[in-house]
């Protein structure tokens, strides 16, 4: 297992690259698209959903891929019901029954996901437009939104931020950051992303070999709702403790797989959570957070969407792995806590390391 990274030194190198708004100002509103570039590795952004377009980077022959599945504008985004790339809240992943109760008080969301509430609601934060607080191209984009009381029925007023920045060598961090300003509520923000290391437009990621550092998932009921219990992976089509290819037990399962993994180890801390490797153009993605799960996710649901070049993504054309806290942990008493209160600050940080061998 790797050796435990702090939280606090690598926020340290992410503050360092941060510059004022006003030094590096768009704050407005204009939907736009926005790049962070280092050598012949890049990312794209819009401020719709605060989504991630694209990574280009070199595989083992120093062909550039882009490695996100997406669309080519924003526009694209606009109806788009895969979450390709967003940040999603206020409250990622499901929560049973869409309401919850908080402090004696029955909060009651809006379903969008059968009977359910899925990645905030009918309008989350992947359908809004976020702000540009800061940007430099070779170095950061900082997103804001304020969301606010009662938005899809979830309590009071919250200042959201997130920062996508580059890292030492292909390497990108990724900071979310909300503060509620008026109530207790629950925050569980997640990076969307669908990857496929072959490139965008390879087709399926069946032949990925994935390890993920977690002995445990949170299972569900057939509305992939949590049952509260809590299992472990080992003998079980579920266990990638050791690397393997992401196909090759899949058949066991209705679907594929869409699961949150408990990650071993303290949370608070930066911990190894995932790597992901692909044979054919060597590369490989290494993935820590702070967070204590990680929604492993093989695109099931992925049929027939036109992408980026005319390219149509089909089921597992690529796979997500959303670090979060549990799904529906707002009904779980046993599952750790999401609710966050006025003066304290919710911190979510991903850093993810990019090679080719």
Not at 171 to 180: D, Q, R, S
Request: glycine share 10%; charged share 20%.
């Amino acid at each position: 297992m790797a050796k435990l990274m702090s939280v606090s030194g690598v926020l340290v190198l992410m503050m360092s690259v941060l510059l004022s708004c006003s030094e590096y100002s768009v704050c407005e509103e204009k939907i736009g698209i926005y790049e962070l570039k280092r050598g012949d590795f890049s990312v794209k952004f819009t401020n719709y959903g605060a989504v991630m377009i694209s990574l280009l980077t070199p595989d083992k022959n120093g062909k550039v891929d882009d490695v996100v599945l997406g669309f080519d504008s924003p526009d694209g985004y606009k109806n788009d019901t895969t979450y390709f790339g967003a940040i999603v809240g206020r409250v990622a992943n499901r929560i049973g029954g869409a309401k919850f109760m908080l402090n004696g008080h029955l909060h009651k969301l809006a379903p969008n996901d059968g009977k359910n509430t899925l990645h905030g609601g009918k309008k989350g934060f992947s359908d809004v437009v976020w702000k540009v607080q800061s940007y430099k191209p070779d170095s950061h984009i900082t997103f804001t939104y304020d969301s606010f009381d009662g938005e899809e029925g979830f309590p009071g007023d919250v200042s959201v931020k997130v920062t996508y920045m580059l890292m030492e060598t292909n390497k990108l961090g990724v900071k979310m950051e909300a503060k509620p300003l008026s109530k207790p509520t629950p925050i569980n923000l997640a990076l969307h992303t669908y990857w496929n290391l072959k490139g965008q437009s390879s087709g399926d990621i069946l032949s990925h070999d994935i390890q993920l550092f977690a002995s445990h998932i949170t299972p569900v009921d057939d509305q992939l709702i949590p049952t509260g219990k809590i299992s472990a992976v080992a003998g079980t089509p579920y266990d990638f403790l050791g690397s393997r290819p992401i196909g090759s037990r899949i058949d066991e399962l209705p679907g594929g797989y869409d699961i949150n993994y408990v990650i071993d180890g303290e949370s608070g801390h930066l911990r190894r959570t995932a790597v992901v490797t692909e044979s054919v153009s060597g590369r490989r993605m290494e993935l820590w957070s702070n967070q204590v799960g990680v929604q492993f996710y093989t695109s099931n649901m992925l049929t027939s969407v036109r992408g980026k070049g005319g390219y149509v993504y089909s089921k597992y054309g690529g796979l997500c792995l959303e670090t979060q806290g549990f799904p529906d942990s707002v009904n779980h008493e046993n599952f750790p806590s999401q609710i966050v209160n006025p003066g304290d600050t919710y911190l979510h940080v991903m850093v993810f390391r990019f090679t080719a061998h």
